[in-house]
């Protein structure tokens, strides 16, 4: 099933493959909220902008997000006060304010039809609040202090006793439908975009971007791809999760308005209406890319059908995000290279922050002065704030190589892959990838990770090949879903 952001969705005008070899100013990779964002104020300016998308204009994490747009962090502005103080956390919510305004204003202009409206965002515990929370009250502290108006809430429109802080003017909308109209109005501009043209290389020296079939020449480049492509060492210090979604028809009608945090365990729940259907989305389950075990929808289904009067499934999906070291994005011109720019570290706070970004990659390849560069350039180095999560993560990696190089069980045959299995499994001396579709066809693929040589892991619900290192995942004929690598899992080597 896909996301719900799909229901209605126009598409945008006739995007086709890049074919022929050309020139621009800037190479735009990744046609999500960043790419999108960053390219308009370039071309509104004059530049010369290129897009290159590996699929469609926000088919990657913006299409599978929530479409929530909110100034703190659905991970707690008390956590980043105290990593942080609290300058920085005033100035994540300032920042992060006027981001929220600029998309609201980039939607008037445009005319996107995106189902944009202000509304309250919740933090909530579930139970009848006899008791006083020590973590709601460093939240609703550190909120106060970060500038923000908060108000206590109790069960605000849902049907089971709940209690917590309510923070006014936040927004919700349709993240796909409003990619799809800046990509419109990108075109409209004079912006060049091409779908399903994956980047297989960039040579920073050179000033060159490369796709199967074609390449252009451009004096800056920019990663709009979530993680930048290739090797980085920012790479070395992000968590990678997977986060999956399921939408639901309510029998009684009661959807509740609002952005909904419930805390222990951490789900985010909305509604969403399209046409004279309603849904309610549920977003959790969180865990390491790679490191899936069990069926997340189902555990979603089983927390919606507990607190809601549930009549049918509709959709569900899953996205991925990256936590950076020190708990900021990063965004920017990147270490080394002064014509490469790029956005990571979002959490699941990029809508905001790719909005932000967008606009601050701009302002730095035109030379604008932007007062967010310093504190969220991508060369800082943080290492009293980001050590302990390098140093975690680098465990992280060393254990899958030992552990999966060495632990990998050999196969005779591929008769013992049965229909609808996958494995991974060594022969001949070689780590494969081995599927057996639903039909019967064997997918024999490497089961090493073109990026930085890990195994990559079988995601069952999924159907895909996941890195637990850094974050690549790939489908079942080996093409690159996301992450860092470039280049597909090979083919392997006597298949048959
Ligand atoms: C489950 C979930 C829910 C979330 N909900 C929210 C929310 O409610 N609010 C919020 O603020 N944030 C949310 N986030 C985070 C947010 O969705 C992302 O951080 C944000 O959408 C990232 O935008 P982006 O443009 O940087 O990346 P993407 O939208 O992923 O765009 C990157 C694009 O680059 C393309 N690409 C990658 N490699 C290549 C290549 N080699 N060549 C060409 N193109 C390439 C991809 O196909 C993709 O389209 C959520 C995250 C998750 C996981």
């Known amino acids: 099933m896909e996301t719900i952001w799909r229901l209605g969705s126009s598409g945008v005008p006739v995007c086709a493959p890049l074919q022929t070899n050309t020139e621009a100013d800037v190479v735009v990779i990744g046609a999500g909220i960043t790419g999108l964002t960053t390219a308009l104020p370039l071309v509104e300016a004059g530049q010369r902008v290129v897009v290159l998308e590996a699929r469609t204009v926000g088919g990657g994490v913006t299409g599978g997000s929530t479409g929530n747009l909110y100034t703190t962090l659905a991970s707690g502005q008390a956590a980043l006060c105290r990593k942080w103080g609290d300058e920085v956390s005033a100035d994540v919510v300032w920042a992060r304010s006027e981001a929220i305004d600029d998309i609201e204003a980039l939607i008037r202009r445009f005319s996107i039809d995106c189902g944009f409206r202000r509304q309250s965002a919740y933090r909530l515990l579930i139970g009848d609040g006899q008791h006083s929370d020590r973590s709601l009250n460093d939240e609703r502290d550190a909120l106060c202090r970060a500038g923000l108006d908060i108000e206590s809430a109790e069960s605000p429109g849902l049907p089971f006793d709940s209690w917590g802080i309510r923070i006014p003017d936040q927004a919700q909308f349709n993240p796909l439908h409003y990619v799809q109209g800046l990509a419109s109005a990108l075109i409209g501009e004079g912006g060049v975009i091409h779908e399903q043209s994956p980047v297989r290389r960039v040579d920073a020296e050179e000033g060159v971007v490369e796709t199967d079939t074609a390449s252009i020449a451009a004096r800056r480049i920019v990663f709009a791809t979530h993680t930048p492509k290739g090797v980085s060492l920012l790479q070395a210090g992000m968590v990678v999760s997977r986060e999956y979604a399921v939408a639901a028809r309510l029998r009684n009608g009661e959807y509740p308005e609002g952005i909904f945090w419930l805390l222990d365990p951490f789900h985010s729940l909305r509604s969403y209406r399209h046409g004279d259907a309603s849904y309610l989305v549920v977003v959790g389950e969180k865990h390491k890319t790679g490191e899936h075990v069990g069926d997340h929808y189902q555990l979603l289904r089983e927390y919606l059908s507990n607190h809601f009067d549930v009549e049918s499934f509709s959709h569900q999906w899953s996205a991925q995000q990256y936590n950076s070291p020190d708990g900021l994005p990063y ?106 579709t639903e039909a019967g066809e064997l997918k024999v693929l490497s089961a090493v990770c073109p990026h930085l040589k890990c195994i990559v892991h079988w995601n069952a619900p999924e159907s895909t090949w996941d890195c637990p290192c850094h974050g690549s995942r790939f489908d079942t004929d080996g093409e690159v879903i996301e992450g860092p690598a470039y280049r597909p899992l090979s083919r392997a080597g006597g298949t048959g």
């Open 331 to 436: 965004i920017g011109r990147m270490h080394g290279h002064d014509n490469l720019y790029m956005a990571t570290g979002f959490a699941a706070d990029g809508l905001v922050w790719g909005a932000l970004a967008g606009r601050l990659i701009a302002d730095e390849i035109l030379g604008h002065a932007n007062p967010w560069q310093a504190r969220f350039g991508s060369r800082r180095i943080t290492p009293g704030k980001s050590a302990l999560q390098y140093a975690k993560e680098n465990v992280t990696v060393t254990k899958h190589l030992a552990r999966d190089y060495l632990g990998t069980e050999s196969i005779d045959s591929f008769e013992e892959i049965a229909r609808g299995q996958a494995r991974v499994a060594t022969k001949n001396g070689e780590k494969l990838a081995i599927h057996r």
